[in-house]
């Protein structure tokens, strides 16, 4: 099992809470666990927003469940599930180290709508960051596991996203669904429920220009699972008696599962262009790719090469999440802060790294060095892209764990105008944030070390590790 400060590094250079990183590593090594397991294999396809973000884009939102189809619906057995899990996660302790005791799994098997077995799982977890105290609470990962579904494309085997120490030097795999019918899916998942996680995946999806498959394909994709479903093909005129709910709940389903939680008002103005695209009215965009060189490489794989100086990679992560978002950057370069609409990564035929963009103010094109990149901050203003977005690519940007200085997540706010002169400071104040609560604390030295206290909401927090953020002066 990793040490806990990857964890705590992890998730303060991305401004998550540590508790969703960790899921996010378990999560990791039981889709392992259920792909080595002979049984499952082939059986059991994974799908659902998780997959997105697992097989798919590592710039997605992070997710909390494990979702399958399964090609046998007699596995739908609860004496059949309990050992097989059972098995999975012996080996995945053995591989990992995390605590994943039997008498935490448990199997709630149910007669869906449609008069159909579903079942609903959870696995119980105890990892690097998980409070010791507390023995009787552990942190879950639901699963859900259904037959009744069509699949209209063949499964498709992918390599899960792991950037993690740990990672296996064969990699993880896992059998999951095609990228065309991850789409379709989605789409009809925004039909039948209309949460602000199907939005925000939609329209994510739909930006990935690069990689976006033809319209008639996620359309047919999506026609034959209505079908099956016995619901309408979805439309903005349908959605559109929904908007209200489902912008009262952006924030509370999805703000814990992102870096920086971009506008719902942005997501929902996508939806025109999106339908006339799906229905085959209007081509998508096709937007030029910016400042073509003859001597640059794009670099879109999922990992990065070895040569990008380890400082720059955590800011080149926040920036590649703002990019396919469609959110502007405050980009620390030279010693001074620069907003910049973010656009593509290449090497030169020299060596060096490139990050092209916009800025913001102006429209005006620049490069950056990113080994002169000194901090990015993802901010709340959007940007309609001028350019294609390859930032925004299949695949990934793999963070090397640092012990450096962490990039905070900002929010963009008008600065605050001081009434009165702030008085000469006795010296440098070193700010630390706990990894658990999140709240900041001011130290004359440089030291993260916390004591028990209480957490914006008045209850106790028992976090000990503070993570540095900044010095006042």
């Not at 302790?93 to 098997?109: R, V, Y």
């Not at 977890?125 to 105290?133: C, D, I, K, N, S």
């Not at 429920?193 to 999806?205: A, C, F, G, K």
């Not at 695949?395 to 605050?416: C, H, K």
């Amino acid at each position: 099992m990793i040490d806990k400060r990857e964890i705590l590094e992890s998730a303060s250079a991305m401004g998550l809470l540590p508790s969703v990183v960790e899921k996010d590593y378990v999560l990791g090594w039981l889709l392992a666990g259920i792909n080595a397991h002979a049984e499952l294999r082939s059986s059991w396809v994974f799908k659902g927003g998780t997959c997105l973000k697992k097989c798919y884009f590592e710039t997605y939102r992070f997710s909390e469940d494990l979702d399958f189809t399964l090609n046998d619906e007699t596995q739908l057995n609860a004496d059949f599930l309990h050992r097989v899990m059972g098995e999975v996660l012996e080996w995945v302790a053995d591989e990992s180290g995390l605590a994943l005791p039997s008498d935490q799994l448990s199997f709630d098997i149910y007669e869906n709508p449609r008069g159909r077995i579903s079942c609903q799982g959870k696995v119980g977890y105890r990892g690097p960051v998980t409070p010791a105290v507390n023995a009787g609470r552990w942190p879950r990962i639901k699963l859900d596991l259904t037959a009744d579904e069509c699949l209209v494309l063949p499964a498709t085997q992918r390599e899960v996203f792991h950037p993690y120490t740990d990672r296996p030097q064969v990699g993880m795999q896992v059998n999951c669904y095609a990228y065309e019918e991850a789409f379709g899916e989605k789409v009809r998942a925004l039909a039948e429920r209309t949460r602000p996680r199907d939005l925000y995946d939609v329209v994510n999806l739909y930006r990935h220009g690069d990689t976006r498959p033809p319209a008639a394909v996620v359309h047919n994709v999506l026609e034959q699972k209505c079908l099956y479903k016995g619901i309408a093909v979805p439309t903005l005129e349908a959605l559109e008696p929904h908007r209200a709910d489902l912008e009262a709940m952006w924030k509370d389903m999805l703000a814990h599962q992102l870096p920086e939680l971009p506008p719902v008002a942005d997501f929902w103005a996508a939806l025109p262009e999106f339908f006339a695209w799906l229905t085959g009215q209007t081509e998508a965009p096709q937007r030029a790719i910016i400042m073509p060189g003859s001597t640059e490489t794009p670099i879109r794989s999922r990992v990065l090469p070895v040569s990008i100086p380890a400082r720059a990679r955590t800011p080149l992560e926040i920036i590649r999440f703002a990019a396919a978002n469609h959110l502007c950057v405050d980009l620390t370069y030279d010693g001074s802060i620069r907003r910049i609409e973010p656009y593509s990564l290449r090497q030169t035929s020299e060596g060096n790294f490139l990050l092209h963009a916009i800025r913001s103010g102006s429209g005006e094109p620049r490069s950056y060095r990113a080994d002169r990149i000194q901090g990015a901050s993802v901010t709340q203003q959007t940007f309609s892209p001028r350019y294609l977005v390859e930032l925004s690519s299949e695949g990934s940007l793999a963070i090397a764990p640092t012990l450096s200085r962490p990039v905070r997540f900002a929010q963009s706010r008008t600065p605050r105008v001081r009434t009165v002169a702030r008085p000469f400071s006795s010296g440098p104040t070193y700010v630390y944030r706990c990894t658990f609560c999140g709240k900041t604390f001011n130290r004359k030295t440089m030291d993260g070390s916390l004591k028990p206290h209480k957490n914006k909401q008045g209850y106790d927090c028992y976090g000990t590790y503070g993570v540095y953020v900044r010095t006042k002066y």
